[in-house]
Nanobody, 119 residues
Framework: QVQLVESGGGLVQPGGSLRLSCAASGIIFRIYAMGWFRQAPGKQRELVARITSGGSTNYVDSVKGRFTISRDNAKNTVDLQMNSLKPEDTAVYFC?????????????WGQGTQVTVSS
């Protein structure tokens, strides 16, 4: 069984920074990509940032230049450094991994971590 465990959410003032971390554990044969999604109240879940095993990244336009995604393939971890945070970044952030476990390739999700940007 695969688990994704997130950490690093919290309350921060506008303009501040937070770093989210996610670690995948269990029977993992290969991780194709890892990423972060977020869901604000009353809104659909959206992709924030994604990184492939080869290091290719993509970001939603609203976070470009402020957020940086990185991963450690050896440790099966992915981080999201969030700078210059805005109130509109407030949401529950979910870690996601596209990986193969045993013979099945599946998307796995973390439990979510709350990020609140407010003065």
């Amino acid at each position: 069984q695969v688990q994704l465990v997130e950490s690093g959410g919290g309350l921060v003032q506008p303009g501040g920074s937070l770093r989210l971390s996610c670690a995948a554990s269990g029977i993992i044969f290969r991780i194709y990509a890892m990423g972060w999604f977020r869901q604000a109240p009353g809104k659909q879940r959206e992709l924030v940032a994604r990184i492939t095993s080869g290091g290719s990244t993509n970001y939603v336009d609203s976070v470009k230049g402020r957020f940086t995604i990185s991963r450690d393939n050896a440790k099966n971890t992915v981080d999201l450094q969030m700078n210059s945070l805005k109130p509109e970044d407030t949401a529950v952030y979910f870690c996601n991994a596209d990986l193969s476990s045993a013979v099945v390739r599946t998307n796995y999700w973390g439990q979510g971590t709350q990020v609140t940007v407010s003065s």
